[in-house]
């Protein structure tokens, strides 16, 4: 116990006040700026090209594909990246055929009676842009701007080395590197066609799905996709296992804590929906097994938990970047560029966000604007694009 004149001494200490973190801003080497109106014409393409953190992110996930030892994983990840296209909708060639599935997909509670299979499968499958220019989330998530997927998934690839090593390293599993990195990249790759760049300088999300939100078409499409080019049993595994896998249900019962995985669940219901699409048997495929007349997950191995746990960052570039810088680039906007409605709603400010983002990142702005502040950000944002 801390004694009385020791206490009070505690107590009239001065109170820290906010830690001074490092700064970091005026150190960054940034490309010359561009004239407003110049950024505003600017092609998804022509930003993504322009930005060294993109092109960066893009070049290592192609070294990284080229790196695979498994053949079929290293050709199928190269795909993804150059060459993406979406097959599995090519077994239901008519309209007749899609609305015969969509009705399916509705009847056995994957999909929404109120949409239509040109809602759930917009065109375009077998001609989508690449990683290069996709953004990685809808218009309010995450590294929202041209190869915002790139940078994304090589960050995530690069979480997945590390877990890997450190399995290895702890305990001596002998866990496959090349699973997790191909399963990072494939399992977004659906997005290249589903956010479509739109004349506003913002893009089509994903359509609802299963539990009726758009968190999940992706990930039960890719699903889908490779159940249809019948790949081995556990890189589908990874694709359906990547989102919820660890989704914990936890509550208490007097003094103690009753933990329902629902995460378990989930990924079978993934797994399933993926099944119709693709006209398969999920447990002949190797990845249910029937128990009590359900079908049910069986317990997968480390290289599925890596694929999930690695996939995982976006919570602090959604909840923290996002949520912090796009309402002060909508300020900047405002202050600095002029921008009244309908500007702040349109391609003007959608253009200027997508370019201050591919060209920095939302984390980096981000972390200048809580360790340096506004204003810092402010002018950060003003050596990239000028007046």
């Given at each position: 116990?801390?004694?009385?004149?020791?206490?009070?001494?505690?107590?009239?200490?001065?109170?820290?006040?906010?830690?001074?973190?490092?700064?970091?801003?005026?150190?960054?080497?940034?490309?010359?700026?561009?004239?407003?109106?110049?950024?505003?014409?600017?092609?998804?393409?022509?930003?993504?090209?322009?930005?060294?953190?993109?092109?960066?992110?893009?070049?290592e996930l192609?070294?990284?594909?080229?790196?695979?030892?498994?053949?079929?994983?290293?050709?199928?990840?190269?795909?993804?990246?150059?060459?993406?296209?979406?097959?599995?909708?090519?077994?239901?060639?008519?309209?007749?055929?899609?609305?015969?599935?969509?009705?399916?997909?509705?009847?056995?509670?994957?999909?929404?009676?109120?949409?239509?299979?040109?809602?759930?499968?917009?065109?375009?499958?077998?001609?989508?842009?690449?990683?290069?220019?996709?953004?990685?989330?809808?218009?309010?998530?995450?590294?929202?701007?041209?190869?915002?997927?790139?940078?994304?998934?090589?960050?995530?690839?690069?979480?997945?080395?590390?877990?890997?090593?450190?399995?290895?390293?702890?305990?001596?599993?002998?866990?496959?590197?090349?699973?997790?990195?191909?399963?990072?990249?494939?399992?977004?790759?659906?997005?290249?066609?589903?956010?479509?760049?739109?004349?506003?300088?913002?893009?089509?999300?994903?359509?609802?799905?299963?539990?009726?939100?758009?968190?999940?078409?992706?990930?039960?499409?890719?699903?889908?996709?490779?159940?249809?080019?019948?790949?081995?049993?556990?890189?589908?595994?990874?694709?359906?296992?990547?989102?919820?896998?660890?989704?914990?249900?936890?509550?208490?019962?007097?003094?103690?804590?009753?933990?329902?995985?629902?995460?378990?669940?989930?990924?079978?219901?993934?797994?399933?929906?993926?099944?119709?699409?693709?006209?398969?048997?999920?447990?002949?495929?190797?990845?249910?097994?029937?128990?009590?007349?359900?079908?049910?997950?069986?317990?997968?191995?480390?290289?599925?938990?890596?694929?999930?746990?690695?996939?995982?960052?976006?919570?602090?570039?959604?909840?923290?970047?996002?949520?912090?810088?796009?309402?002060?680039?909508?300020?900047?906007?405002?202050?600095?560029?002029?921008?009244?409605?309908?500007?702040?709603?349109?391609?003007?400010?959608?253009?200027?966000?997508n370019y201050?983002?591919?060209?920095?990142?939302?984390?980096?702005?981000?972390?200048?604007?809580?360790?340096?502040?506004?204003?810092?950000?402010?002018?950060?944002?003003?050596?990239?694009?000028?007046?």
């Amino acid at each position: 116990m801390i004694g009385d004149k020791q206490q009070g001494a505690i107590q009239t200490r001065p109170l820290p006040g906010r830690f001074p973190y490092s700064a970091f801003s005026n150190d960054l080497e940034l490309p010359a700026p561009r004239k407003l109106d110049e950024v505003i014409a600017m092609t998804p393409d022509q930003m993504a090209r322009a930005s060294r953190l993109v092109i960066a992110a893009y070049n290592e996930l192609l070294q990284v594909a080229a790196s695979l030892e498994q053949p079929e994983y290293r050709q199928l990840m190269t795909e993804c990246l150059a060459r993406p296209r979406i097959t599995f909708l090519e077994m239901y060639p008519s309209v007749a055929d899609r609305q015969g599935l969509f009705e399916e997909m509705v009847g056995l509670g994957f999909f929404n009676k109120e949409d239509g299979p040109d809602y759930v499968w917009p065109a375009g499958h077998l001609t989508p842009q690449t990683y290069l220019t996709v953004p990685s989330s809808h218009n309010n998530f995450y590294n929202a701007f041209p190869g915002g997927l790139a940078v994304t998934v090589a960050y995530n690839v690069r979480m997945a080395e590390a877990y890997i090593c450190n399995y290895r390293q702890m305990y001596g599993l002998p866990i496959n590197r090349g699973l997790p990195a191909a399963a990072l990249c494939v399992h977004e790759y659906p997005k290249v066609w589903l956010y479509q760049w739109l004349d506003d300088g913002s893009w089509l999300e994903e359509p609802r799905t299963v539990y009726n939100d758009t968190w999940h078409a992706h990930c039960i499409y890719v699903t889908a996709e490779l159940m249809h080019r019948r790949c081995d049993s556990r890189l589908v595994m990874a694709m359906a296992a990547a989102h919820q896998l660890s989704l914990l249900d936890a509550s208490m019962q007097g003094r103690e804590v009753v933990c329902n995985w629902l995460g378990l669940e989930r990924v079978a219901h993934f797994i399933k929906a993926a099944a119709v699409m693709a006209q398969v048997d999920a447990v002949d495929y190797g990845l249910l097994e029937r128990r009590n007349g359900s079908m049910v997950l069986t317990p997968v191995p480390a290289e599925q938990w890596v694929t999930h746990l690695a996939d995982m960052n976006w919570p602090y570039i959604m909840g923290a970047a996002h949520l912090y810088t796009y309402p002060a680039l909508r300020q900047i906007a405002a202050r600095d560029y002029g921008m009244m409605f309908p500007d702040l709603s349109g391609r003007p400010f959608n253009q200027l966000k997508n370019y201050v983002w591919s060209q920095l990142g939302e984390i980096s702005l981000y972390e200048i604007l809580v360790r340096e502040g506004f204003e810092t950000m402010r002018d950060t944002v003003l050596r990239l694009v000028a007046k």
